[in-house]
T-cell receptor
Framework: QQQVKQSPQSLIVQKGGISIINCAYENTAFDYFPWYQQFPGKGPALLIA?????SEKKEGRFTISFNKSAKQFSLHIMDSQPGDSATYFC???????????FGDGTTLTVKP | EAQVTQNPRYLITVTGKKLTVTCSQNMNHEYMSWYRQDPGLGLRQIYYSMNVEVTDKGDVPEGYKVSRKEKRNFPLILESPSPNQTSLYFC????????????FGPGTRLTVL
C-alpha cells in the first residue's frame, strides 16, 4: 500500500506561472511533511516543511498548504523560474522515528 | 564543510560479485539511511540506523546488508548483486531521525550486468 501519493508525475509551467504539486497520505500518525528538491546529478535537499499544527507555511516563493482533515498537502511555487526546474518529492513522516516514506516525485520544467 | 560523501559515484559490475558502497558524514548525526531511486518510483528506503550498532529495515531491504560500527560511517553491502539492483543510491543523515532534516549524499549510480 502506497502511503504517500504524489501528483502530477510531471509538470510544465511557463516562467512567471504558478506550479502546484499535490500529495495525499493515509496514516494519521504522520506529523512532519517536508518537500525535497532535487536537481539533475545531485542528491535531494530540503526545500520547505510543515507540521500539522498550521495550515500554511510560506518561505519566499514557496508555500506549503496543509489540509489535515483531507490528509492532503501541496507545494505552491509562485512566479516560477527556469531555475526551479527540478524533481520535487513530498514525504510524510513521524509514525516511526526511522522510517521514511516519500512520494514518487514530480518533474517540474519551467519554460522561459 | 558539512557533507555526506559516497563512494564510488559510479559503478558497473556483474551479477554475483560482492560490492560495498561507502557512506560517511561529518556532522555527528545520529541517524543515517539508504535509499534507492528508480524512475517513477521515487525514493524508497532500504535500511536505516538510529545510532551506532542499531539498524533496521526500510521498505525494500531484500538483497542488501548494512552495518553501523562507527557513528560517521554507514556502508551498504550487496552480497550477490542482481540486475534488478541497478539503480541510483543515496545515503542520508540527520540529527535524530527521519522527522528531521535529512542531508543527502551525491548519489551512487550502480549498474549490474
Amino acid at each position: 500500500q502506497q502511503q504517500v501519493k504524489q501528483s502530477p508525475q510531471s509538470l510544465i509551467v511557463q516562467k512567471g506561472g504558478i506550479s502546484i504539486i499535490n500529495c495525499a497520505y493515509e496514516n494519521t500518525a504522520f506529523d512532519y511533511f517536508p518537500w525535497y528538491q532535487q536537481f539533475p546529478g545531485k542528491g535531494p535537499a530540503l526545500l520547505i516543511a510543515i507540521r500539522p499544527d498550521v495550515s500554511e507555511k510560506k518561505e519566499g516563493r514557496f508555500t506549503i498548504s496543509f489540509n489535515k482533515s483531507a490528509k492532503q498537502f501541496s507545494l505552491h511555487i509562485m512566479d516560477s523560474q527556469p531555475g526551479d526546474s527540478a524533481t520535487y518529492f513530498c514525504a510524510a513522516l513521524g509514525d516511526n522515528a526511522g522510517k521514511s516514506t516519500f512520494g514518487d516525485g514530480t518533474t517540474l520544467t519551467v519554460k522561459p | 564543510e558539512a557533507q555526506v560523501t559516497q563512494n564510488p559515484r559510479y559503478l558497473i559490475t556483474v551479477t554475483g560479485k560482492k560490492l560495498t558502497v561507502t557512506c560517511s558524514q561529518n556532522m555527528n548525526h545520529e541517524y543515517m539511511s539508504w535509499y534507492r531511486q528508480d524512475p517513477g518510483l521515487g525514493l524508497r528506503q532500504i535500511y536505516y540506523s538510529m545510532n551506532v550498532e542499531v539498524t533496521d529495515k526500510g521498505d525494500v531491504p531484500e538483497g542488501y546488508k548494512v552495518s553501523r560500527k562507527e557513528k560517521r560511517n554507514f556502508p551498504l553491502i550487496l552480497e550477490s548483486p542482481s540486475p534488478n539492483q541497478t539503480s541510483l543510491y543515496f545515503c542520508a543523515s540527520s540529527w535524530y531521525g527521519s522527522g528531521d532534516t535529512q542531508y543527502f549524499g551525491p548519489g551512487t549510480r550502480l549498474t549490474v550486468l
